[in-house]
């Protein structure tokens, strides 16, 4: 990866709003969904991304995941859903946003629709300002008031602000797993973050259905 297209996008507005969202595929647990914005005064951060090995979240051990997050600052455990956070660091900044939908919630608008609405939600909150461009990793796209979007199919990989995005997202979800594992003990969901591994599955059998089920998905509503 390189900073090249993130500066490209900074070269022609005023701030980039990277978004990736973490959760379509486990049976257990929310979709959560992330957006960071850079400003164009601000694109040291880049070379910063860069020199800390940000890369897509699914290309990082958790240890390298963590430790980005570490020199950044940033405390999963901490962390709160629909709330803006401001990071500084080496004279330069960036902010970003979580948002998330429940096993409930998924259920009812489907997977697509969840992970569509989190980055929408969270993109939207922070698109304070005219001139900015709102990049979606993949296919899909929303629309964000008063912002240009663009789907960027493996922007994970490609732009540094979704990578950074999709580390903070994939971190948190992993944490909020961790504490359900305490809740929910047997299923293992530390260990896979709610998805369908043999071992959950047949913990499912075994132990039945919990709350943060999706109860819409294979695996889980054929033991309703």
Known sequence: MSETLDSKY??????VIGCDEVGRGPIAGPVVG?????KRSNDKVLQSFLELGVLDSKKLTTKKRLGILESLNINVASLAVNE???VEFQGCSFSFMLCEHSPSEIDQ??????SLSCMKKAASSLCTQEGSIVLIDGNKTFDVPGANVEPVVK??????SIGMASI?????R???MALYDIQYPGYGLKKHAGYPTKAHKEALIQLGVTPIHRRS????KELL
């Open 155 to 160: 922007g994970d990989s490609k732009l540094l």
């Open 168 to 172: 903070i997202a994939k971190e948190f």
């Open 10 to 15: 900074l070269e022609t507005f005023e701030a």
């Open 217 to 220: 998905f294979k695996g889980v």
């Open 109 to 114: 608008i489907n997977i697509l629709q969840a």
């Open 174 to 176: 992993d944490y909020k």
């Open 34 to 38: 992330c957006a960071l914005k850079l």
């Open 84 to 86: 803006a956070y401001e």
